[in-house]
């Protein structure tokens, strides 16, 4: 399988791994069919922008490097914007996965997803075009 450089980077070198404590948003999701799990973390200021972001992967590495690139994608944005770091945006910025790796991209924006989610009903808002995970 041909991975790009970005991909091989971002899997070898995975930024912003780990967790936040007291994060103001907290998304976990799954794909019931192998077990991989994502976990993504969101600290948010008073201004709605995200500060940090950090995340926990149990899967391969594409799923690794989209969520590294995801949370990358993510930081400094507002939780409207956030919403743009969609799994296409993630592919794109890393160059591209092979076809077979496409679904597990799509973990990373779920988990963004969850979190924002869980960010806004913590705090009693609606973030527009954002739907209830399932
Ligand atoms: Fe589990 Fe790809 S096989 S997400
Ligand atoms: Fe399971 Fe990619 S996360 S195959």
Redesign the pocket.
């Given at each position: 399988m041909n991975y790009s450089e970005a991909v091989m980077d971002h899997f070898t070198n995975p930024r912003n791994v780990g967790e936040i404590e007291n994060a103001s948003g907290c998304g976990t999701v799954g794909?019931a069919v192998?077990g991989?799990i994502m976990r993504v973390y969101l600290d948010i200021d008073d201004d709605g922008i995200i500060q940090d972001a950090k995340f926990k992967t149990f899967?391969?590495g594409?799923?690794i490097a989209t969520s590294s690139m995801a949370t990358v994608l993510v930081k400094g944005k507002t939780v409207q914007q956030a919403l743009e770091v969609t799994n296409k945006a993630v592919m794109e910025a890393l160059d591209g996965l092979p076809p077979v790796?496409v679904?597990?991209s799509l973990?990373a924006e779920e988990a963004i997803h969850a979190a924002l989610w869980d960010y806004a009903e913590k705090n009693g808002i609606m973030i527009e075009g954002l739907e209830k995970p399932v």
């Open positions: 794909n192998c991989d899967g391969c594409a799923a790796k679904h597990c973990l």
